[in-house]
Nanobody
Framework: QVQLVESGGGLVQAGGSLRLSCAASERTFSTYKMVWFRQAPGKEREFVAGISRSGGGTYYADTVKGRFTISRDNAKNTVYLQMNSLKPEDTAVYRC???????????????????WGQGTQVTVSS
């Protein structure tokens, strides 16, 4: 069972940048499709970005497209989320999730994921 640990969150001013990391325990990390979700207080969890096993395919929510970049380093068992031009509405707990299932589809529904990190808080001040 893969274990995921996020890091890199913090407090940043609007317009600033942060890079989140999600380290996986499994040496088979390259077989997992990886995603980032976020959840703000009082709101539902929402898909942010996803990446295929090889890293060749990336997917983004419209709200972050052009500002966030997801990437992965399979040699380091780590997926990243580079967040630029941050806005106060990006404030949330960010969690990574892993999908070991077959097929190439990167699901954007949180119920499809069984493996989650504990989350890291991102706060963007105005």
């Amino acid at each position: 069972q893969v274990q995921l640990v996020e890091s890199g969150g913090g407090l940043v001013q609007a317009g600033g940048s942060l890079r989140l990391s999600c380290a996986a325990s499994e040496r088979t990390f390259s077989t997992y499709k990886m995603v980032w979700f976020r959840q703000a207080p009082g709101k539902e969890r929402e898909f942010v970005a996803g990446i295929s096993r090889s890293g060749g395919g990336t997917y983004y929510a419209d709200t972050v497209k052009g500002r966030f970049t997801i990437s992965r380093d399979n040699a380091k068992n780590t997926v990243y989320l580079q967040m630029n031009s941050l806005k106060p509405e990006d404030t949330a707990v960010y969690r990574c999730a892993a999908d070991p299932g077959p097929g190439g589809i990167v699901f954007t529904t949180s119920s499809r994921y069984d493996y989650w990190g504990q989350g890291t808080q991102v706060t963007v001040s105005s």
